[in-house]
Nanobody, 121 residues
Framework: QVQLVESGGGLVRAGGSLRLSCAAS????????MGWYRQAPGKQRDLVAT???????TYADSVKGRFTISRDGAKNTVHLQMNSLQPGDTAVYYC???????????????WGQGTQVTVSS
């Protein structure tokens, strides 16, 4: 069984910072892409940032220059450093990973349970 567990959400004032972490555990052979998505109330889930096993990153335009995604391949973890947070960043943040698990030959899509980030004005 494979599991993604997020941590680091919370309440912060506008202009502040938070760091999210996500750890993948279980019978993992490899992880191709890890990323973060977010979903605000009444809205769809949107991409925030992704990072490949080779370190290539992508960001949503709304977070470029403020958020940084990083990855520790040895520990199967991904982090999201969020600076200059704005009320519009308020959402539930979900970790996502494409994981090849033991006994499989292709990646499967896994999601964490989500962590709430609230930015007050």
């Amino acid at each position: 069984q494979v599991q993604l567990v997020e941590s680091g959400g919370g309440l912060v004032r506008a202009g502040g910072s938070l760091r999210l972490s996500c750890a993948a555990s279980g019978s993992i052979v490899s992880i191709a892409v890890m990323g973060w998505y977010r979903q605000a109330p009444g809205k769809q889930r949107d991409l925030v940032a992704t990072i490949t096993s080779g370190g290539t990153t992508t960001y949503a335009d709304s977070v470029k220059g403020r958020f940084t995604i990083s990855r520790d391949g040895a520990k199967n973890t991904v982090h999201l450093q969020m600076n200059s947070l704005q009320p519009g960043d308020t959402a539930v943040y979900y970790c996502n990973a494409d994981i090849v698990r033991s006994g499989s030959y292709r990646p499967y899509d896994y999601w964490g349970q989500g962590t709430q980030v609230t930015v007050s004005s």
